[in-house]
């Protein structure tokens, strides 16, 4: 699903148009990237959270050309999905949980 059949199916099922859908959408999409940019956390419970996570510098092999390089450490967007997420995705996985 791209983001124009999302905005479709939100329009549908809430009664818009589709350019207000498409609003909305591009409004949660921009939010959720100036904050985690910011260094803060996103969280949507029972969806997962968004956050800014560090890499270190680290050394790493270029195959085309055989030799070793440095690669500088840097700041990566990270989203680690929520339990009610994960458990839609894999149910039978919700229920060997649910077991223990």
């Known amino acids: ?16 148009s589709k350019a207000e859908a498409a609003r909305i959408i591009a409004t949660i999409t921009e939010t959720i990237v100036a904050t985690v940019k910011k260094g803060d ?9 968004f956050r800014q996570v560090s890499r270190a510098a680290r050394a790493g092999f270029n195959p085309s050309k055989g030799t070793k390089i440095k690669i500088p450490a840097r700041k990566v967007p990270k989203f680690v999905p929520g339990a009610g997420f994960r458990d839609a995705v894999d149910a039978k996985a919700a229920k060997r949980r649910a077991v223990k």
């Open 1 to 16: 699903m791209n983001r124009l059949e999302l905005a479709e199916k939100i329009a549908t099922k809430h009664e818009l």
């Open 41 to 49: 956390t996103v969280a949507i419970v029972g969806f997962g959270t």
